[in-house]
């Protein structure tokens, strides 16, 4: 019986050491983002103090990091879904503009129906959009064997030059139309088809919706069929066609559903913090590379919806203070990306200490394992074969 | 305006400027094509090339020999390349993945140095044309293929360069069975993780150098993120080619004849959208994939990582 204690003991131990690595791969990328400020004769207190003090520093600095939380949550909620089946998703950026885009439309458009009727249909368009945006590539992988990477970076570039097309066209705001400035934006969105706000802070119901869906998604991967099967694709394809599964759809639906997540993103992005759609000409002009960043909290998160949650908060925090960063200390924000960078390769390469141990605990005949995401297969079929 | 198009100035400067335009895809996706048939997919080369671009710039401006900046690139192209070798080889760390964290790494930095170091924008006297002798003078074929600089040249040498490595020589069969069969090549005793680390230490350094083509030889100039996505077509660009650099050299002349098509569109006042026009290249690679890609097979081995049996 003590054996057996003991074992469940150092069980528990082991797996808590496993959640913790994502923890020690930040800690990592920080303690080498405190390096290159010494370089950049910077003291790294102080500006990581700032960078604190611009995320969680008072009620507001907190609500904006929550404000920027939001759309990488819901990128992120997509990938869980899109990863886990084994289908990687780097078209985040291009389904979140034509998401932004299709809400943007129906709120345009719809200027007469109630404002909480246009929200929700807004919202929907949203979804519906970046659903067809990670339709396509998904068509494009199940039937013709492109490689989804590669359409989904093709299709974030013809994203882009959708949006700058449409917002300089089509959808321009008539009043910048005859202006000679021509501003490429649309008109701003009546106030009453806002994304109401939390707190006296520019907080959003978008925020509450990413929760909530979060758990939703939590029940869609692990208490339902579809969720099974999508999750048994990407561990095996080959057994899952033995299995009846017709993996095509699968990997259709896991791309669909994981743009429409994305799609949402914008949605909520137009609604919630800009009310109308502007473009710089760059994707990251109106993402703010959330379509990016999203795959960085969700494999912070371990590809879990739930624990996708705080991921995004770090992940919205560190956006939030790198501005401050940059105000007090002079140090370009842009070190928070490179940072970003650093994390998902520290995260990806500390997964080989947990499939080690996972491995010796299956050796001494350890517990039933919940079986590893699918991006951790090749290494542990190579082993045990 | 639509006959302008047809004119023979015209044809041969959308030629000649195709032919330059293709450059970075060509060095880069050479790069990935030995990094691929060696079973590793680096998705981190935009931001290889990012960073190479701004090496090569501010060493070049900073020192004003252009050489030196094109070493520089190349040196920090082979470190990333490293860095990644590491990752994927020893830590057996999904591929697809930690390219995307090396992308985003090399994207942050360069634009971090490039706003610490340089104050202002600054341009750069580049690499100079060189006109051969002779050839540069045969109207039409000198202004298009004779008249370029030395990077230009250079990349279409790297062509047959690599066709010959890989095909002719053992580094090319080891390199190609490891992308195949790696548990095969390891009991012939061919070391997968040298073999690995060689190809995609040479992909970084390509791809060092195909940045530094951008802002030391074509454009001279360096801005944030002015790869603008270059890199991931480069990647496109390996599996357009079927893992073969003539394929390669097809697929990134074809991509840069159609940019070049839509850079005179542009400036002859077709009336064409300028977005669609700027996005045709992309659709097009996509529909080529779709007509190609269901052909060939990629290299067994691709992005799995190799653990030796005990």
């Known amino acids: 019986m003590s054996a057996l204690k003991n074992k469940l003991q150092s069980e528990w131990i082991s797996r808590f050491i496993d959640s913790l690595l994502p923890v020690f791969a930040t800690l990592a990328a920080l303690l080498i983002g405190a390096v290159m400020l010494l370089f950049l004769r910077v003291n790294p207190i102080e500006a990581y103090a700032a960078l604190w003090d611009g995320a969680f520093g008072s009620p507001n600095a907190f609500a904006e990091t929550l404000v920027k939380a939001t759309p990488l949550l819901l990128v992120a909620l997509g990938i869980c879904i899109s990863f886990r089946g084994d289908v990687i998703n780097i078209g985040g950026e291009g389904q979140m503009i034509v998401g932004a885009v299709f809400a943007t439309w129906v709120g345009l458009t719809f200027t007469n129906l109630p404002g909480w009727l246009v929200i929700v249909l807004a919202l929907l368009a949203g979804f519906a959009g970046g659903a067809v945006w990670g339709g396509i590539p998904g068509l494009l992988k199940a039937y013709f064997r492109v490689n989804e990477i590669l359409s989904t970076v093709m299709m974030n570039a013809i994203a882009v030059q959708l949006m700058n097309f449409l917002l300089r066209g089509p959808m321009i705001d008539p009043s910048q139309a005859q202006l000679a400035s021509k501003i490429p934006q649309t008109a701003p969105l009546l106030d009453i088809f806002r994304l109401p706000r939390l707190v006296p802070t520019r907080l959003h119901l978008g925020a509450l919706i990413a929760v909530i869906l979060a758990v939703l998604v939590y029940i869609l991967l692990w208490r339902t069929t579809l969720g099974y099967r999508i999750r048994a694709v990407g561990q095996n394809p080959n057994a899952a066609r033995y299995a009846g599964i017709k993996v095509q759809r699968y990997v259709v639906l896991a791309l669909l559903l994981s743009g429409a997540f994305s799609g949402l993103a914008g949605a909520t992005q137009v609604y919630g913090v800009n009310y109308r759609m502007i473009t710089d000409g760059s994707a990251s002009g109106f993402t703010g590379s959330a379509g990016f960043n999203g795959i960085v909290a969700a494999l912070f998160g371990q590809l879990h919806p739930v624990w996708s949650i705080p991921a995004s908060i770090l992940f919205g925090a560190l956006l939030v203070g790198a501005n401050k960063m940059q105000r007090v200390v002079q140090v370009p924000s842009a070190l928070v990306i490179a940072l970003n960078g650093l994390v998902v390769v520290f995260v990806v390469s500390s997964e080989i200490w947990r499939r080690r141990r996972q491995r010796q605990r299956l050796a001494v005949g350890g517990m039933e394992e919940e079986p590893p995401p699918p991006h951790e297969k090749a290494g542990q079929a190579e082993a045990g074969t | ?310």
């Open chain 2, 1 to 310: 305006m639509i006959q302008d198009l047809f004119s023979v100035t015209v044809l041969i400067g959308i030629l000649a400027s195709g032919i330059r335009l293709a450059t970075p895809y060509l060095y880069a996706a050479i790069g990935e094509t030995f990094s691929q048939r060696s079973g590793v997919l680096n998705l981190g080369v935009e931001g290889q090339m990012l960073l190479g671009a701004f090496a090569a710039f501010y060493v070049s401006l900073r020192t004003g020999n252009l050489w030196l900046g094109l070493l520089t690139a190349m040196l920090v192209g082979a470190v990333m390349g490293l860095a990644m070798a590491y990752v994927t080889v020893n830590l057996q760390a999904q591929q697809g993945i930690s390219g995307i964290g090396f992308y985003l790494f090399g994207l942050g930095m360069s634009d971090l140095l490039f706003q610490k170091l340089m104050p202002t924008v600054e341009t750069i006297r580049g690499f100079p044309r060189i006109y051969i002798p002779g050839l540069s003078d045969i109207p039409g074929i000198g202004e298009i293929f004779f008249s370029q600089n030395i990077l230009v040249y250079s990349a279409y040498l790297l062509v047959p360069v690599a066709w010959f490595v890989l095909n002719k020589t053992t580094l090319g069969l080891k390199i190609r069975a490891v992308g195949e069969n790696p548990d095969a090549a390891d009991s012939l005793g061919v070391s997968v993780a040298r073999v690995r680390y060689f190809t995609i230490i040479l992909g970084g350094t390509l791809s060092g150098i195909a940045g530094a083509s951008l802002s030391i030889a074509l454009l001279n100039v360096f801005q944030q993120n002015m790869t603008s996505g270059a890199g991931f077509i480069a990647v496109a660009l390996v599996y357009f080619g079927a893992w073969r650099p003539i394929g390669v050299l097809g697929g990134a002349l074809l991509f840069s004849m159609v940019n070049a098509l839509q850079l005179w569109v542009q400036v002859l006042n077709i009336p064409i959208e300028p977005e669609i026009a700027v996005m045709m290249p992309y659709v097009l690679t996509i529909l080529v994939l779709v007509a190609t890609v269901s052909r060939v097979r990629a290299p067994s081995a691709l992005t799995k990582p190799f653990e030796r049996e005990n």
